[in-house]
Every structure is written in structure tokens, then in C-alpha cells.
């Protein structure tokens, strides 16, 4: 584990416990979100190995993104 992440864990159990409930659910989240993220990044890697990708024109694209948000 990471020196800064280590040192962070072991003050947590000084703080109330309701601050620590918090930072668990919060860590708990993030570490799934980053999780669910390198598992799109791996289909998208595994898709494009198999031939399956694309030409992405970018600048069609983000105007293409932008007009459905509302952006410029």
C-alpha cells in the first residue's frame, strides 16, 4: 500500500465515528467507480484488438456531445 494511503488509514480510527463511516462510503465509491472504469477501459482494449473499432472523427464528435448538453 501507498505510504500516504497508510498513514491516512491508521488516523482514521482517532476521528467519531460518524466521520468514519463517511470516508468509508467515500473510499468504498471511488475505488468502485475506478474499478467499473478499468473494466470499460479493458472491453474497450479488447474490442479494438478484435477489430472492432472505429474512425472517431473528434471534432464531429464533441459537437455532437455538446448540442445534446446544451454546450457551445
Known sequence: MVRTLEQALAQIPQLPPADQEAIDRKLLSHVEKLNALRSEIDRGLHS???????????????REKNSRHGGA
Open 48 to 62: 479494438l484488438d478484435a477489430g472492432k473499432g472505429v474512425t472517431l472523427h473528434l471534432e464531429e464528435f464533441l
